[in-house]
């Protein structure tokens, strides 16, 4: 396995924190290219996200098929994760990312090519959604467990946080052009851009250095590798409690992405602009919250900030659904996702610290699963926003998220005692 250089294994500024320690990072040549490739492949991702919907919404008028179009995505998402988590595993990681995400591209051509023929229909994008969503289970876990190759545990915490801004500035970018590009190069020309980020993405990692499982990685059948997964987690009882942590505020209150084409279109009228600046405006709060969890000393207390941030998070999203205007609901989402990325940042790398490589892969498949079941949150969420509007939907959701936390931390010593946790397992690498 690929070991970290010398510059990356005792970084110096991971003990002063600040900038230098959130960018350390990208002087390691293969981290660039994986960050780059990330940037690209997200991008498209994050422009997608505003098309998919958008065309649903078009075709249908119907806001229980946004939630049907999620949820094709996230059924194989999450029956899948467990498998993509065990071939990160166990084949050589680079080149499994270079097929999920060429067969991703492929989904996407397949809309383009409809679009331009005037064939589309509904179940179109029902078909090509779960495309995407078995792509995605090969793709996550072995990027998540490349950048732990790349740059070795020392370096990770910043690493992760500085990956995840880059992500969340794709998600920035790519909603906020696509929002406005649409008017003037039309759904056609926004697909074709897309289609050439996908491709640029797919070239970036293409030249990664080979990333081979790890040495002492388990022969066993595939089979048997996933229900060693499953034990693993079963065992232990930290990691399966930062999973469940990480997951059940998000089932409830992360369907709001989606639902935002009906705020900007049912609550304040203000079109795809204004959708594509609401993406935006959540887009750039995610980007503060993992700047700043980069750039904090990786001593500093963790398990107090992840609970303050869930807590902040549904109390600012709730507001966000009262707001009868249109700007200070721009302010609201740009804080709410502040507090989510923080949220959620935090709890992907306390995972990635205390967990050793051999079952790396599966256990990000399995948060690559904690992805997917928001997803699969949002056709309830839906049809609660079909019934009471999606200002009251997802305001109850926002509420119940904070109380979902809030019961989680008390019921579990094993959070309450995270950094404790945290800092044995750092200590022994």
């Known amino acids: 396995m690929p070991q970290p250089s010398r510059s990356h294994a005792r970084p110096r500024s991971l003990q002063a924190g600040g900038l230098r320690q ?9 981290f660039r290219k994986v960050f780059g490739s990330n940037m690209a492949f997200f991008m498209a991702m994050g422009g997608q996200s505003i098309v998919r919907p958008w065309l649903a919404f078009e075709l249908t008028g119907n806001e229980l098929d946004l939630g049907i179009v999620s949820v094709a995505m996230a059924i194989p998402m999450f029956l899948l994760s467990p498998f993509g988590g065990v071939l990160a595993d166990r084949v050589e ?11 991703a591209m492929a989904s996407e051509i397949m809309i383009l090519g409809l679009i331009l023929t005037d064939h589309l229909e509904f ?17 996550m876990p072995a990027r998540s467990a490349i950048v732990v190759n790349i740059v070795g545990k020392k370096a990770l915490g910043p690493a992760m946080a500085l990956n995840m801004a880059g992500v969340n500035v794709t998600r920035v970018l790519g909603p906020a052009m696509t929002g406005f590009l649409i008017p003037v190069i ?10 050439s980020l996908y491709a640029i993405g797919l070239l970036m990692m293409a030249v990664v250095q080979r990333m081979p499982p790890p040495h002492n990685a388990n022969p066993d059948s595939v089979m048997h590798n996933l ?12 990691v399966l409690m930062l999973l469940i942590f990480g997951l059940v505020p998000m089932f409830l209150a992360m369907p709001f992405q989606t639902l935002l084409v009906v705020f900007s279109e049912e609550v304040w009228h203000v079109g795809p602009r204004g959708l594509g600046i609401l993406h935006a405006s959540s887009g750039i709060g995610a980007v503060v919250g993992s700047i700043w969890i980069a750039t904090r000393s990786s ?4 398990q107090r900030m992840m609970i303050i941030s869930v807590m902040l998070f549904g109390t600012f999203l709730a507001i966000f659904c009262a707001s009868p205007w249109f700007g200070p609901a721009v302010f609201l989402v740009f804080l709410a996702n502040i507090f989510a990325s923080t949220f959620s940042t935090l709890n992907n790398v306390a995972i990635q610290l205390v967990i050793p490589d051999v079952v790396r892969g599966r256990i990000s498949s399995f948060l690559m699963m904690s992805v997917s079941v928001p997803l699969l949150g949002n056709l309830p969420v839906a049809a609660l ?12 959701a926002a509420v119940g ?6 019961a989680l931390y008390a019921g579990s010593p094993d959070l309450r005692n995270l950094d404790d946790h945290v800092r044995r397992a750092t200590s022994q690498h």
């Not at 039309?186 to 289609?195: F, T």
């Open 22 to 30: 959130a960018t350390e990072s990208l002087e390691n040549r293969e």
């Open 93 to 103: 990681r680079r080149r499994l990312i270079v097929f999920a995400q060429a067969f």
């Open 123 to 139: 179940w179109h994008l029902i078909v090509t959604s779960a495309m995407m969503g078995c792509a995605l289970p090969l793709i």
């Open 186 to 195: 039309e759904v056609r020309g926004v697909y074709a851009m897309n289609i």
């Open 227 to 238: 229900f060693e997964g499953f034990r693993y987690v079963g065992r232990n009882r930290l």
């Open 299 to 302: 001593g500093a207390g963790r």
């Open 385 to 396: 926003a079909q019934e009471f509007g999606a200002p009251m939907a997802v305001g109850g």
């Open 401 to 406: 998220a904070v109380f979902a936390a809030l």
